[in-house]
């Protein structure tokens, strides 16, 4: 079974920064894509960001391009999002998901951490 451990999460100003990790362990197989999710209270689960098995391609939520970027770890199966510019809208749970491939939709991820909360004041 393939564990998701987040960390990094916090509570911020404004156009302040974030950058939460996740580490993936456990499982079979070697290498996985991941990615990020996120709740706020009373909304649905959306997509975030993204990252291929390679590192190579990555995908973006409209709403975060230009502010976050992920980026794969020097250890296996670990990732990090970098958030800048950091808005009262980006407050919500930040889930890591890990996956065979880099895809949009939540069904396509077979692992889902426990969250991270992030907090953005205006």
């Known amino acids: 079974q393939v564990q998701l451990v987040e960390s990094g999460g916090g509570l911020v100003p404004a156009g302040d920064s974030l950058r939460p990790s996740c580490a993936a362990s456990?499982?079979?197989?070697?290498?996985?894509?991941m990615g990020w999710f996120r709740q706020a209270p009373g909304k649905d689960r959306e997509f975030v960001a993204a990252?291929?098995?390679?590192?190579?391609?990555?995908s973006y939520a409209d709403s975060v391009k230009g502010r976050f970027t992920i980026s794969r770890g020097i250890a296996r199966n670990t990732v990090s999002l970098q958030m800048n510019s950091l808005k009262p809208e980006d407050t919500a749970a930040y889930y890591c998901?890990?996956?065979?491939?880099?895809?949009?939709?939540?069904?396509?991820?077979?692992?889902w951490g426990q969250g991270t909360q992030v907090t953005v004041s205006s």
């Open positions: 998901v890990a996956g065979l491939r880099l895809v949009l939709d939540q069904s396509g991820w077979d692992y």
């Open positions: 990252i291929s098995i390679s590192g190579v391609s990555t």
């Open positions: 456990g499982g079979t197989n070697s290498r996985w894509a």
